[in-house]
Each structure stands twice: as structure tokens, then as C-alpha cells.
């Protein structure tokens, strides 16, 4: 009787097992056939229409599933395929897009099985560099243990290298080189920052270079560009401008420029200035006699904040 009841045991795990089996290979062949139809950089594309500009970043990043694509197409085909390490260097003034492209990496390489979990973890120095010897490289490793199957993207990564030989900062650059060779087949490092200090940064480290095959460059927006954003901010928060505050908040685009001693924050600019914009209307229209769907959509000259 229990030679039986195990027996039927067996039988009814291995039938468990069997449709698992099965469900995997159906997931594997559907997978397969979505990337034959280029179906995750239709996706990806989409996404990135959603954003202004970039068309550099557009470009390069159809030639990196060009070439995952290819090298899937060579494995099927029985030919070696071309390795190739996918950490990433990512240059450029706040607010150009950095950290949305970066999601959209994650997306995409766990759509071609580059990555198992395809998720971000965003990290600055403080989030690395520890107090005291071994302290860091602890740090270090936990965040890559939690990036483990996605992306790593350390924004700022300049600083690091900022306290010389004896800073901690070097300790955690040295635990992340090791990482990107453990971990090279599930695991992407992506450092960001602005593009002079992290010219500065390559500099100082001779060996990272080589490690980084994919050098992105993230433009500064066009003043037309930071227009389309900001219709496109503003849009979505069921807002409109007027075309006098239209002309002002482009002029205000021009002025911050000409002003700027520092680097251009972008997108965080524009933000900002849709987010002071809705508050000085929403103060204007305390006064209003009549207040209706009109008059809350629409953001006038005298809403459009003057920046110091």
C-alpha cells in the first residue's frame, strides 16, 4: 500500500514537472519568435518617440539590439558569437535622459535574456563609500549583489576617484572592476556624469577605458526642444500655455543660458519652472470672479516664473 501511494506520488511530481517543461519551452519558443519579429525594439523605439531629441542615443541603441539580435541569429546558425562587454559610460549635463534610458536598457536586455531580471539600481558615492578600511567594498559588493541580474547605474561617478590614493573611493572602484569580470554574463555597470569630470575620471584610471566599450554622449537640449518638453510636461498635467507665455518661457530658455556660469540642468529646469508656473496660477486665480475649465487649463504670461 505505500509502495503504491509513493509510486503515485512520483507519477503525479513527474507530471508536475513535464508541464513546467513544457510551459518553459513554450515561454522560450514564444520569446524567440518575439525577436525574430523585432518585437522588443518596436518597443523600445516606441518608448524612446516618447522622448525629445537624443537621436544619437536612439541610434546607438538600435545598433546594440542590431548587434544581440544578430549574435542570437549566429548561435542558431552554429557560428562563434561575437562577445562583447555592454558596461557603459553615460556623459552629459543633468535632466538630458540619462537615468530613462537606462530603464529602458534594463527593458530591452531582459526582452533578448542579456539580463535575468533587467531591473536598475541607482546609486551615488555616498551609497558605496563606507567610513573605514573594508567598509566600502562591503557596501560595494551588497549594492552589486542587489543589481545582480540588472543594471548598476552610479550617477556622479567622477567623485570617486575625487580623494586621491588614500580615499575610499578607490576601494569601491576596485570592488566594482572585480564585479564587472564575475559577473560579466548577468550583470551591467553603467557610470554617469558630467562629460568633462568624466573625461577627468577615465583619466586617473587607465584600466577603466577598456571596460566601458559603450560611450554615451547625452547633448544638452535645443531651446525648441525644451519648449516640446515643457508643452509635453504640461500637457500632461492637463495644462496649456498661452502663446505669449509660450514665447516667455522660451525667452527665459535663452536668458538661463546666457547666465549660466555652471552646467545646464535641462529637463530639471523645465520642471522646475512648470511646477512654480502652476503654483502662480493657482495663487492668480484666487482673485478670479469666474473660474471654469478654461481658465484652469490655461498658464499666462504672469504665471511663467522669472529665473534668478
Known sequence: MLQHSVTQRKSQIN??????????????????????????????QK??????????????????????FVNQCRQEN??????????????????????????????????????????????????????????????????????????????????????????????????????MEDYHEDFILILAGYSEEMDNFLSLNPGLPSRFPLMIDFPDYSNDELLEIARKMISERQYRFSREAEWKLKKSFIMK????????SNGRFVRNIIEKAIRKQAVRLLGADVIDRTSLELILPEDIPIED
Open 47 to 68: 518608448e524612446m518617440e516618447q522622448l525629445i531629441g537624443l537621436q544619437e542615443v536612439k541610434h546607438l541603441l538600435k545598433e546594440v539590439y542590431a548587434w544581440l
Open 15 to 44: 507530471i508536475v514537472l513535464n508541464h513546467a517543461e513544457e510551459k518553459l519551452e513554450a515561454a522560450d519558443s514564444a520569446l524567440a519568435e518575439a525577436v525574430r519579429k523585432h518585437i522588443p525594439l518596436e518597443r523600445i
Open 78 to 179: 552554429g557560428l562563434r558569437q561575437n562577445s562583447q562587454a555592454l558596461h557603459m559610460m553615460f556623459k552629459g549635463n543633468p535632466g538630458t535622459g540619462k537615468t530613462t534610458v537606462a530603464r529602458l536598457l534594463g527593458t530591452l536586455f531582459l526582452e533578448m535574456n542579456v539580463l535575468s531580471k533587467g531591473h536598475l539600481i541607482e546609486v551615488e558615492r555616498a551609497d558605496l563609500v563606507g567610513e573605514y578600511i573594508g567598509h566600502t567594498a562591503q557596501k560595494t559588493r551588497e549594492l552589486v549583489k542587489k543589481a545582480k541580474g540588472g543594471i548598476l547605474f552610479i550617477d556622479e561617478a567622477y567623485s570617486l576617484a575625487r580623494g586621491g590614493e588614500k580615499d575610499f573611493g578607490k576601494e569601491a572602484i576596485d570592488t566594482l572592476v572585480k564585479a
Open 257 to 264: 543660458r546666457i547666465d549660466e556660469t555652471g552646467s545646464f
